[in-house]
């Protein structure tokens, strides 16, 4: 290290490293030879600071610049130095000013990442990213990595590289101090340094952000009002609370609201509106024809009644969470098991759960502590909710997972915040908000929960599952009795056998099985190892009969010595030096520690050392037990249950991961950044499918993933990974088995060395004879057979040894019955017979996508929205804007997510009750009271009635988040019932209908016109629920690769005439005519569908195979009703369609064309009223006239 | 009463570009955003608009060569890799697709120069090599994925996550289109349907009116586009019906998108004779047929040369923007992407475009026509200058070319440059975003300025990002 006195203020950006120094002098660490001198600049850059090796630069220019900085600017540029001086103007400054003030200087149209490479104070203080250089360290600092280009996220210029020569030169300077001569004309040097925060954890520079002023600014953020209906002048035309504020406005602008509609319009209205589906000809009549004044009421309440309501406004809800089957992208792999939250949805619109609850279920369903459960089948409703989270694009096989992480976040965030709080958060992913109340840090903030929880297939009829593991659990207690007392009374006879395997003649008393004796000989002839339990045994045998008793004893004390030492090294190697064991199941006090369980098969705790594993008959009731540590088993209750165990979260210092695991039909999978979709290229490592019984070490070598977050998965469970390539070799009734996961450097597995069996003797007081050893064996087999009796044999300290005794007693047959025994082994058939019953009577598991806890963490703001460059922690926590600056802090352990929604729900929190009856609103009249019903932030529109909006939000809350309620006030208003024809004045002054002046003409949406189809043409299958109907595949679709998710087989075309939310949603394949007809790529929130007119519509309805077969239909259908003229088939299809007769004119129209076009088609006079197909033809025009898909 | 809206004789171009001009046809094809939209009196948005500024280009064609090809074995030649063949690779990797990285590959093509500009170009292009001099090859694209499907997002929508409007979808909402029977975006499918599906060419946020239009092979190119009726006069018959009943329930202008719902039908039905038209090939001379491979013995070049000489008479009828996807050889579905066998794998794509793509140049050219038509070659990324495994190359994002024909952009001109590997652009680093800046520039839109309100932000193709490459520009 060379140290150079350098004046001060040419050396001032060293002074962070020099804090204790006078402030007159500074010592510039590293080398700081003239540049001139050091042609060398490798052996410059190379050199580290001798007395300071900072672990983190940046922390230590924090606190260094805090210290120093203002005072040792304040010196000027002194002769001394004017090389270095010269050198940068004529080397470093021209290269900035030709390459980099376009975007970092006071000349830049807009400044990029906060730098300035014009202006000294500026620079030294840095951008976004902190200070640039490390005076005297190129190979720190960010600059010269940059113009370096090796790293592909930080490269500059950005378009292209500098010449080496420029690069360098800039090294050099860097290397060389980074001099930077004051120019007296700047106006004083060091004026504007002192006290500043050398970084900018904030609002980017330059950026005006004043939260609580955008707050205060804009309608959105401010309390709901409680406000009552006002007065109007037309006090008679109200029918409900809602009218006088349309009437209001609409006197203030000296309209009048639109005539009542007729009764044939409002019944379709109403249907439509509230089912999605016209009505039929049954009701349409019996409406017409009753006069009770609360006729329409009636209607109304049976439609809300009406299973169609939930499936409707299902689809509404759909499109808000970008409900999909599958995961789109290269693969568009499925999401198992997705219908199940379609259904949830469903069943939650026509149950009216209230929609505070099914926020909550939304958000932390997972998390309740009484979950709502289905009133049928008892299933858990809640945890269902949490499944929208995973309804975002899926990537495979990214080559940054971290990116892929943060995009499939901000999905997440973006879908979380418009659905529920119709607030842009995600436009805050890169920076502040730039036009709303909301900062960087929130959505930071946001991602920390999602950073918390994780993908999970979820348990749904987890009660019926966990009854049935108890009573597995019932029957293995008693089976542990009664298996531990046959194997106790085999044991009687152990010491008699011992003897005789060591003697050289016969046996000495007849009674013994030869055999058996044979089967001993052969075990212990086996045992060589001092670690053996029966170490000691062999040992004292090999002394032969004939021994001294002092020989013997220190035989003994040999042997005794042995043991002790080998149980020292075993304790030893317990742990190696710098590896980090992740699964501790032995040191959990209880429970599986830290690690996180789900269903049933893993029981609620590992199995200890000491414990058994179940045989499968009276001849073997033990199969063995456990020992080398606590396991956790998914087996130990029955291969039959399913289960699976996650680690915590990690980070990935190590390069290797060891695992300790023997299994049947399982996998073990290693979960990075949330990324669960392993698979080839790149991941395939990721997994080991376990199919051996035999435990051993797997490595898994992430070298790749270094410094990532991770966790590990053991599942025994068929269900699939979230895509469905589910791995071979995987099946319902396998197990899996754990002891240790142990993170490494070395790619070696630990060593194991397991605790000396022989300590069961080896502690024992006085052994003088062979006899007196094999009554110990014997002994101890007999107490410990007797404690495991009685369940206590685990807790013993020796129970190790103990185990792996009994355990070899027991895998040599040694405990077998004896040849030609008699045993009364009733007990332990009918408990085995119990058994195999209990077993074949699992439920069969229910699952579906879900969310649930991991380990709680927070992100860093990632600056500019860039993962790679973390700035501050940003603490979970809702937008400060909605709850405040101090927040709790969230829970240590877990997500937080129910803390999060309960925040949401606070009656503080404006936006949730407004958002959402504004939807209902919206849904109901064509157009939302706020028409950017995903936006109340500045960008979008603000709400043309803010009093009706607050006076429903109030009133929905009242009304304890009734859906069903809200609607229902909705559509029995008078301005519901307005008609929708066209008013020249009114139309002229309100051109835009903001003010409802006459109800909207709207087309249909998608769904609807084909469900309409279906059901005019008599094709509907009105079946609920259930797995998705497979899209069918039109040629185009056809034209795709199976290798990107092209389903092998197509659905039906007419979905099996059900209705369209019932029709599976593949990302890559959607349903062309509901595409032609603007249902929403399922990409993020979609409030408010677009309407557009294509011809793709028009070629649909008047070609489509789809149409043109239900239009068959249904004239088939018309044609099978007896009696039917034309003319009463014309009308008959007229009510079915549009709900009302033809006029006059549109029958003598029909009539005409009947006459045309069948002699046309060349239909005889006398078959014009049969011929399906002239009548499909007529049913095909219907279909097509703009009233069959435009509600009036 | 005679259905006048029906016109089953084809009407003339001269015919549709007056009713497009301000009449029907361009209120048959508005977009409605609900009805708050009636007062803004903006344009309908598909009538042609006028462009931000003169246009270089009035069309595009976008010939994509799905699956990434290799820069370095068509038109970026690097000595280096034949010096150091076999040899490691001496720059630091980055991760890769497969992470299967072998040795520095030499290009087993031989490179020559051609035309006035000599530029080079490998043997797998010699008819597209005859062209060079109406090239502007960019040789220092970027990208920012190394997968497939994001890659794709990202070329075809600036995004590289699925759903986002396509650049077709954008330029034809910027521009609209100039014909009135046909769509603004269509994408011809020679025969693979790209990794990422068609959200590759959907309009997003955009109105569905932007969609790409997906046209096959054949006669019945477009989905429904086929009447069902096996007579013309059985469906007249049934249109005018329609047409009847329509005006018996609600009378003429009572609302205008029923209004505008009742007249997409007459573009729907011009549509059912307008495609079989333009896709026929029955018109062309023997000679063009020959120029463009129509009857090569390769299938796959057979479908490429009628994907592009299709293309040509698409934007003859006025289409904004066009796009190609490749042919695909029968159970090989990997395009241009050569994890293995790199020799054969490019030998069989380029010899099914490269006569196809020069006779598109050169046709265009003797018509007049590549003036003002911009014809784009891109893939998502490049390729590896190190092998994959011994005979294959990965997925490279961090340097390969383009190049772009026609349109006002230079001719006979390199733009950029890679390192001397041919692994990472070092000279005018281009991005996606630039490129398509450059292409809204040439059609006469500031992309800054063409934008969509969508999820609270004012959305663009280029997003915060885009430089017009002015050295591409003629």
Request: glycine share 8%; net charge negative.
């Given at each position: 290290?060379?140290?150079t006195?350098v004046?001060?203020?040419?050396a001032?950006f060293?002074a962070?490293?020099?804090?204790?120094l006078?402030?007159?002098?500074?010592?510039?660490?590293?080398?700081?030879?003239q540049?001139?001198?050091?042609?060398?600049h490798d052996?410059?850059?190379?050199q580290?600071?001798?007395?300071?090796r900072?672990s983190?630069w940046?922390?230590l220019l924090?606190?260094g610049?805090v210290?120093?900085?203002?005072r040792c600017?304040?010196a000027?540029?002194?002769p001394?130095d004017?090389?270095?001086?010269d050198?940068f103007?004529?080397?470093?400054?021209p290269?900035?000013?030709?390459?980099?003030?376009?975007c970092?200087s006071?000349r830049?149209?807009?400044?990029?990442?906060?730098l300035r490479?014009?202006?000294?104070?500026?620079?030294?203080?840095?951008?976004?990213?902190?200070p640039?250089i490390?005076p005297g360290?190129?190979?720190?600092?960010?600059?010269?990595?940059?113009?370096?280009y090796?790293?592909?996220?930080?490269?500059m210029?950005?378009?292209?590289?500098?010449?080496?020569?420029q690069?360098?030169?800039l090294s050099?300077?860097v290397?060389?101090g980074?001099v930077?001569p004051?120019r007296?004309?700047q106006?004083g040097?060091?004026?504007t340094s002192?006290?500043?925060?050398?970084?900018?954890?904030?609002?980017?520079a330059g950026?005006?952000?004043d939260?609580q002023a955008?707050?205060?600014?804009?309608?959105?953020?401010?309390p709901?009002?409680r406000?009552?209906?006002?007065?109007?002048?037309?006090?008679?035309?109200?029918?409900?609370?809602?009218?006088p504020?349309?009437?209001?406005r609409?006197?203030?602008?000296g309209l009048t609201?639109?005539a009542?509609?007729?009764?044939r319009?409002i019944?379709r209205r109403?249907?439509f509106?509230?089912?999605?589906l016209p009505?039929t000809?049954?009701?349409?009549?019996?409406f017409?024809?009753?006069?009770?004044p609360?006729a329409?009421?009636?209607v109304?309440d049976?439609?809300?009644?009406s299973?169609?309501?939930?499936?409707h406004?299902?689809?509404?809800?759909?499109?808000?969470?970008r409900?999909s089957?599958?995961?789109?992208?290269e693969?568009?792999?499925?999401?198992?098991?997705?219908?199940?939250?379609r259904?949830y949805?469903i069943?939650?619109?026509?149950?009216?759960i209230?929609y505070?609850q099914?926020?909550?279920?939304?958000i932390?369903g997972?998390?309740?502590?009484?979950?709502?459960?289905d009133?049928d089948?008892?299933?858990?409703?809640?945890?269902?909710?949490?499944?929208?989270f995973?309804?975002n694009?899926?990537?495979?096989?990214?080559?940054?997972?971290?990116?892929?992480?943060?995009?499939?976040?901000?999905?997440k965030i973006?879908?979380?915040?418009?659905?529920?709080?119709?607030?842009?958060v995600?436009?805050?992913?890169c920076?502040?908000?730039k036009?709303?109340a909301?900062?960087?840090r929130d959505?930071?903030?946001l991602?920390?929960?999602?950073k918390?929880?994780?993908?999970t297939?979820?348990?749904l009829n987890r009660?019926?599952l966990?009854?049935?593991?108890?009573?597995?659990?019932?029957i293995?207690?008693?089976?542990?009795?009664?298996?531990?007392?046959v194997?106790?009374?085999?044991?009687?006879?152990?010491?008699?056998?011992?003897?005789?395997s060591g003697?050289?003649a016969g046996?000495?008393?007849d009674r013994?099985s030869?055999q058996?004796?044979?089967?001993?000989r052969?075990?212990?002839?086996a045992?060589?190892?001092?670690g053996?339990?029966?170490?000691?045994?062999?040992?004292m045998?090999s002394?032969?009969?004939?021994?001294?008793?002092?020989a013997a004893?220190?035989?003994?004390?040999?042997i005794?010595?042995?043991v002790?030492?080998r149980?020292?090294?075993?304790t030893a190697s317990?742990?190696?030096?710098g590896d980090?064991e992740?699964?501790?199941f032995?040191?959990?006090s209880s429970?599986?520690?830290?690690?996180?369980?789900e269903?049933?098969?893993?029981?609620?705790?590992?199995?200890?050392?000491?414990?058994?594993?179940?045989?499968?008959?009276p001849?073997?009731?033990?199969?063995?037990l456990?020992?080398?540590g606590?396991?956790?088993?998914?087996?130990?209750l029955?291969?039959?249950?399913?289960?699976?165990?996650?680690?915590p979260t990690?980070?990935?210092?190590h390069?290797y991961?060891?695992?300790?695991?023997?299994?049947?039909?399982?996998?073990?999978n290693?979960?990075i950044?949330?990324?669960?979709?392993?698979q080839?290229?790149l991941?395939?490592?990721l997994?080991?499918?376990?199919?051996?019984?035999?435990?051993?070490w797997h490595t898994?070598?992430l070298?790749?993933?270094k410094g990532?977050?991770?966790?590990?998965?053991?599942?025994?469970?068929?269900t699939?990974?979230?895509h469905?390539?589910?791995?071979?070799?995987i099946?319902?009734d396998?197990?899996v088995?754990?002891?240790?996961?142990?993170?490494s450097?070395?790619n070696d597995?630990p060593?194991?060395?397991?605790?000396?069996?022989?300590?069961?003797?080896?502690?024992i007081?006085?052994?003088?004879?062979?006899?007196?050893?094999?009554?110990?064996?014997?002994?101890?087999?007999?107490?410990?057979?007797?404690?495991?009796?009685?369940g206590?044999?685990?807790?013993?300290?020796d129970a190790?040894?103990?185990?792996s005794?009994l355990?070899?007693?027991?895998e040599?047959?040694?405990?077998d019955p004896l040849?030609?025994?008699?045993?009364?082994t009733?007990r332990l058939?009918?408990?085995?017979?119990?058994r195999?019953d209990?077993?074949?009577?699992?439920?069969e598991?229910?699952?579906a996508?879900?969310?649930?806890?991991?380990?709680?963490?927070?992100?860093?703001?990632f600056?500019?929205?860039?993962?790679?460059n973390?700035?501050?922690l940003?603490?979970?926590?809702?937008?400060?804007?909605?709850?405040?600056?101090?927040?709790?802090p969230?829970?240590?352990t877990?997500?937080g997510?129910l803390?999060?929604a309960?925040?949401?729900?606070?009656p503080?929190?404006?936006?949730?009750?407004?958002?959402m009856?504004?939807?209902v609103?919206?849904?109901v009249?064509?157009?939302?009271?706020?028409?950017?019903?995903?936006?109340?932030?500045a960008?979008?529109?603000?709400p043309?009635?803010?009093?009706l909006?607050?006076?429903?939000a109030?009133?929905?809350?009242?009304?304890?988040?009734?859906?069903?309620?809200?609607?229902?006030?909705m559509?029995?208003?008078?301005t519901?019932?307005?008609?929708?024809?066209?008013?020249?004045?009114?139309?002229?002054v309100?051109p835009?209908?903001r003010?409802?002046?006459?109800?909207?003409?709207?087309?249909?949406?998608?769904?609807?016109?084909?469900?309409e189809?279906?059901q005019?043409?008599g094709r509907?299958?009105?079946?609920?629920?259930?797995?998705?109907?497979?899209v069918?595949?039109?040629?185009e679709?056809q034209a795709y690769v199976e290798?990107?998710?092209?389903?092998?087989?197509?659905?039906?075309?007419?979905?099996?005439?059900r209705?369209?939310?019932?029709?599976?949603v593949?990302?890559?394949?959607l349903?062309p005519?509901l595409?032609?007809?603007?249902?929403?790529?399922p990409?993020?929130?979609?409030?408010?569908?677009?309407?557009?007119n294509?011809?793709?519509?028009?070629?649909t309805?008047?070609?489509?195979?789809?149409?043109a077969?239900?239009?068959?239909?249904?004239?088939?259908?018309v044609l099978?009703?007896?009696g039917?003229?034309?003319e009463?088939?014309?009308?008959?299809m007229?009510?079915?369609?549009?709900?009302?007769?033809?006029?006059?004119?549109?029958l003598?129209?029909?009539l005409?064309?009947?006459?045309?076009?069948?002699?046309?088609?060349?239909?005889?006079?006398?078959r014009r009223?049969s011929?399906?197909?002239?009548?499909?033809?007529?049913?095909h025009v219907?279909?097509?006239?703009?009233?069959f898909?435009?509600i009036h | 009463m005679h259905?006048?809206?029906?016109?089953?004789?084809?009407?003339?171009?001269?015919?549709m570009?007056?009713q497009?001009?301000g009449?029907?046809?361009?209120?048959?094809?508005?977009?409605?955003?609900a009805?708050?939209?009636?007062?803004?009196?903006?344009?309908a948005p598909?009538?042609?608009?006028l462009?931000?500024f003169?246009a270089r280009?009035r069309n595009v064609?976008f010939l994509?060569?799905?699956?990434?090809?290799?820069?370095?074995?068509?038109?970026?030649p690097?000595?280096?890799l034949?010096?150091?063949?076999?040899q490691?690779?001496?720059?630091?990797?980055?991760?890769t697709?497969?992470n299967?990285?072998?040795?520095t590959?030499?290009?087993p093509?031989?490179?020559?120069?051609?035309?006035?500009?000599?530029?080079p170009v490998?043997?797998?292009?010699p008819h597209v090599?005859?062209?060079v001099?109406?090239?502007?090859?960019?040789?220092?694209m970027?990208?920012g994925?190394?997968?497939h499907?994001?890659?794709?997002?990202?070329l075809?929508t600036?995004t590289g996550?699925?759903?986002?409007?396509?650049?077709g979808?954008?330029?034809?909402?910027?521009l609209?289109?100039?014909g009135?029977?046909l769509p603004?975006?269509i994408v011809?499918n020679?025969?693979?349907?790209?990794i990422?599906?068609?959200d590759?060419?959907?309009?997003?946020?955009?109105?569905?009116?932007?969609?790409g239009?997906?046209?096959?092979?054949?006669?019945t190119?477009?989905?429904?586009v086929?009447?069902?009726?096996?007579?013309p006069?059985l469906?007249l018959?049934k249109l005018k019906?329609?047409?009847?009943?329509d005006?018996?329930a609600s009378p003429?202008?009572?609302d205008?998108?029923?209004e505008s719902?009742?007249?997409?039908?007459?573009?729907?039905f011009?549509?059912?004779s307008a495609v079989p038209?333009?896709?026929?090939?029955?018109?062309?001379?023997?000679?063009?047929q020959e120029?463009?491979?129509?009857?090569?013995a390769?299938?796959m070049?057979?479908?490429?040369?009628e994907?592009?000489?299709?293309a040509?008479?698409?934007?003859?009828?006025g289409?904004?923007?066009?796009?190609?996807t490749?042919?695909?050889?029968?159970?090989?579905?990997?395009?241009?992407d050569?994890?293995g066998?790199?020799?054969?794998n490019?030998?069989?794509?380029?010899?099914?475009?490269?006569?196809?793509?020069?006779?598109?140049?050169?046709?265009?050219k003797?018509?007049?026509?590549?003036?003002?038509?911009?014809?784009v070659w891109?893939?998502?990324f490049?390729?590896?200058p190190?092998?994959?495994?011994?005979?294959?190359?990965?997925?490279?994002?961090?340097?390969?070319?383009?190049w772009?024909?026609g349109?006002g952009?230079k001719?006979?001109n390199?733009?950029?440059?890679?390192?001397?590997?041919?692994?990472k652009?070092?000279e005018n680093?281009?991005e996606?975003?630039?490129?398509?800046?450059?292409?809204l520039?040439?059609?006469?839109i500031?992309?800054k300025?063409?934008t969509?309100?969508?999820?609270?932000?004012d959305?663009?193709l280029?997003?915060?990002?885009?430089e017009?490459?002015?050295?591409?520009?003629?």
């Open positions: 290290m060379t140290i006195d004046p001060c203020d040419n001032w060293a962070p490293f020099a804090p204790w006078a402030p007159s002098r500074q010592i510039t660490m590293g080398p700081v030879r540049a001139q001198d050091r042609p060398d052996a410059t850059m190379t580290r600071p001798a007395r300071l900072p983190s940046r922390a924090l606190v610049a210290l120093s900085i203002s600017v304040l000027r540029s002194s001394a004017s090389t270095n001086a050198f103007e004529t080397r470093v400054r290269i900035f000013a030709e390459h980099c003030y376009k970092h006071s830049a149209e807009k400044l990029k990442g906060g490479l014009d202006d000294r104070d500026a620079f030294a203080k840095g951008g976004e990213s902190g640039e490390v360290h190129p190979e720190n600092s960010r600059l010269i990595e940059a113009i370096g090796q790293n592909p996220d930080l490269q210029p950005p378009k292209t590289r500098l010449p080496p020569d690069v360098a030169d050099r300077w290397a060389t980074a930077w004051v007296l004309a106006g040097p060091g004026t002192a006290g500043q925060q050398p970084r900018a954890a904030q609002a980017p950026v005006a952000f939260l955008r707050r205060a600014a804009h309608w959105a953020w401010q709901i009002r406000v009552q209906p006002p007065a109007v002048v037309h006090g008679d035309w109200p029918r409900g609370p809602i009218d504020f349309i009437l209001a609409l006197e203030q602008q609201p639109a009542d509609c007729d009764r319009t019944i109403a249907s509106v509230i089912t999605g009505a000809p049954q009701d349409v009549e019996a017409v024809a009753d006069d009770a609360d329409f009421a009636k109304v049976r439609l809300l009644a299973p169609r309501f939930g499936e406004w299902a689809r509404h809800w759909m499109d808000l969470v409900y089957d599958t995961l789109g992208n693969a568009d792999a499925s999401i198992p098991n997705a219908w199940q939250y259904d949805v069943r939650a619109f026509n149950a009216d209230p505070d099914f926020v909550t279920e939304h932390a997972d998390l309740l502590g009484h979950p709502r459960r009133p089948c008892r299933s858990n409703e809640s945890i269902i909710g949490t499944g929208f995973w309804m694009e899926g990537k495979r096989s990214p080559v940054d997972v971290r990116q892929a992480e943060a995009d499939c976040f901000d999905n973006d879908v979380l915040c418009k659905t529920f709080l119709g607030l842009t995600s436009c805050a992913r920076h502040d908000h036009f709303d909301i900062t960087q959505y930071y903030a991602y920390g929960y999602l918390s929880s994780r993908y297939q979820a348990l009660a019926e966990d009854a049935h593991a108890d009573e597995l659990s019932a293995r207690e008693r089976l542990r009795g009664a298996a531990a007392a194997l106790a009374d085999r044991a009687a006879s152990l010491s008699s056998y011992l003897m005789a003697a050289q046996p000495a008393d013994l030869p058996r004796i044979a089967q001993w052969n075990s212990l002839h045992v060589s190892d001092v053996h339990p029966m170490y000691p045994w062999v040992k045998a002394l032969g009969a004939g021994v001294s008793q002092e004893a220190t035989q003994w004390r040999g005794a010595g042995q002790t030492k149980e020292a090294e075993a317990q742990r190696r030096e980090i992740l699964a501790q032995g040191d959990a429970g599986f520690g830290g690690w996180f369980v269903d049933q098969a893993f029981g609620p705790a590992p199995c200890r050392p000491g414990d058994f594993l179940a045989g499968d008959s001849r073997h009731p033990i199969q063995t456990f020992r080398d606590a396991w956790a088993h998914s087996g130990y029955s291969r039959r249950l399913q289960g699976t165990l996650r680690s990690v980070t990935l210092d390069r991961l060891h695992v300790f695991a023997a299994g049947r039909q399982a996998r073990v290693v979960n950044e949330h990324f669960v979709m392993i080839s290229p991941y395939e490592s997994r080991w499918v376990v199919n051996d019984d035999g435990a051993r898994f070598d070298g790749m993933w990532c977050r991770a966790y590990i998965e053991f599942a025994d469970t068929t699939p990974d979230l469905d390539t589910a791995p071979a070799g099946g319902a396998g197990y088995a754990v002891s240790r996961a142990v993170l450097d070395r597995p060593p194991r060395i397991g605790l000396p069996g022989g300590s069961i003797v080896t502690g007081q006085r052994i003088d004879s062979l006899q007196s050893l094999a009554d110990a064996y014997q002994r101890v087999a007999v107490e410990s057979l007797q404690a495991l009796e009685t206590e044999l685990s807790a013993r300290p190790e040894a103990r185990a005794y355990s070899w007693l027991i040599n047959g040694l405990l040849p030609g025994a008699k045993e009364d009733q058939e009918t408990i085995f017979n119990d195999r209990a077993e074949s009577r699992r439920p598991p229910e699952r996508p879900a969310t649930i806890d991991g380990t709680a963490e927070d992100e860093h703001v600056i500019r929205g860039n993962h790679a973390p700035g501050p940003a603490p979970r926590r809702l937008p400060e804007a909605i709850a405040g600056d101090s927040q709790p969230a829970p240590a877990g997500s997510r803390d999060l309960r925040r949401l729900l606070d503080s929190d404006p936006f949730v009750p407004r958002v009856v504004n939807r609103w919206y849904h009249f064509g157009r939302g009271i706020v028409p950017t019903v995903d936006n109340f932030g960008l979008g529109e603000p043309t009635h803010p009093e909006l607050d006076f429903l109030t009133r929905f809350v009242e009304e304890k988040w009734s859906v069903k309620k809200l609607i229902r006030e559509v029995l208003s008078r519901f019932a307005m008609s929708s024809a066209g008013r020249g004045e009114a139309d002229s309100d835009d209908n003010l409802f002046h006459r109800m909207p003409v709207r087309r249909l949406e998608a769904e609807s016109i084909r469900d189809i279906l005019v043409s509907i299958d009105l079946r609920m629920y259930g797995p998705g109907v497979e069918f595949l039109t040629p679709m290798a990107y998710g092209k389903p092998a087989h197509g659905g039906p075309l007419d979905g099996a005439g209705r369209s939310v019932y029709l599976t593949r990302r890559n394949f349903t005519m595409v032609a007809f603007d249902a929403p790529p990409l993020s929130t979609v409030g408010r569908r677009t309407v557009s294509v011809p793709a519509q028009a070629l309805m008047m070609n489509d195979p789809f149409v077969e239900q239009a068959g239909v249904w004239a088939r259908s099978a009703m007896p039917l003229s034309e009463a088939c014309i009308r008959r007229y009510v079915e369609a549009f709900a009302r007769p033809p006029s006059a004119a549109e003598s129209d029909v005409t064309f009947l006459d045309e076009h069948g002699k046309e088609l060349g239909v005889p006079p006398d009223a011929d399906p197909r002239l009548w499909a033809d007529v049913a219907l279909m097509n006239l703009k009233e898909i435009f | 259905c006048r809206r029906f016109l089953s004789a084809p009407i003339s171009r001269r015919q570009l007056a497009s001009a009449g029907f046809g361009a209120v048959a094809l508005a977009a409605m955003l009805t708050e939209q009636r007062s803004s009196a903006a344009p598909f009538a042609p608009h462009p931000h003169p280009a064609i994509y060569m799905e699956g990434g090809v290799s820069h370095v074995d068509t038109f970026d690097k000595p280096l034949d010096k150091e063949n076999g490691p690779f001496k720059m630091k990797a980055e991760p697709q497969f299967n990285n072998g040795n590959l030499a290009s093509w031989k490179f020559r120069r051609y035309g006035q500009s000599g530029i490998s043997e797998l292009f090599a005859k062209c001099d109406s090239l502007s090859i960019i040789r220092s970027t990208s994925f190394s997968e499907a994001a890659a794709n997002y990202f075809h600036g996550q699925q759903g986002r409007p396509s650049m979808s954008w330029a034809a909402y910027g609209g289109s100039i009135q029977d603004a975006f011809l020679s025969g693979k349907m790209p990422g599906g068609p590759n060419f959907n309009s997003g946020f955009l109105p569905a009116t932007y969609q239009s997906i046209f096959r092979g054949g006669a190119a477009v989905a429904n086929a009447p069902l009726e096996p007579r006069r469906q018959d019906l329609m047409r009847r009943l005006a018996d003429t202008g009572e205008r998108q029923v719902a009742i007249a997409n039908y007459e573009m729907a011009r549509m059912q038209d333009v896709m026929s090939l029955a018109g062309e001379s023997a000679a063009t120029l463009y491979g129509i009857g090569s390769t299938p070049t057979r479908a490429y040369a994907s592009c000489l299709r040509r008479r698409l934007i003859e009828r289409v904004r923007f066009v796009e190609l490749v042919p695909v050889y029968p159970g090989d579905p990997d395009t241009w050569a994890h066998n790199l020799r054969k490019h030998e069989a794509n380029s010899l099914a475009v490269d006569q196809p793509i020069a006779a598109l140049l050169t046709d265009l003797s018509r007049g026509l590549l003036d003002e038509t911009l014809v891109a893939s998502e490049g390729r590896t190190f092998a994959q495994g011994s005979d294959g190359r990965d997925h490279n994002p961090f340097g390969f070319t383009i772009m024909a349109g952009t001719p006979g390199i733009y950029g440059a890679t390192d001397e590997y041919g692994y652009a070092v680093k281009c996606i975003y630039d490129l398509h800046a450059t292409m520039h040439l059609l006469g500031d992309h300025r063409l969509y309100r969508w999820g609270g932000r959305m663009r280029t997003d915060v990002h885009g017009i490459l002015t050295g591409v520009l003629a």
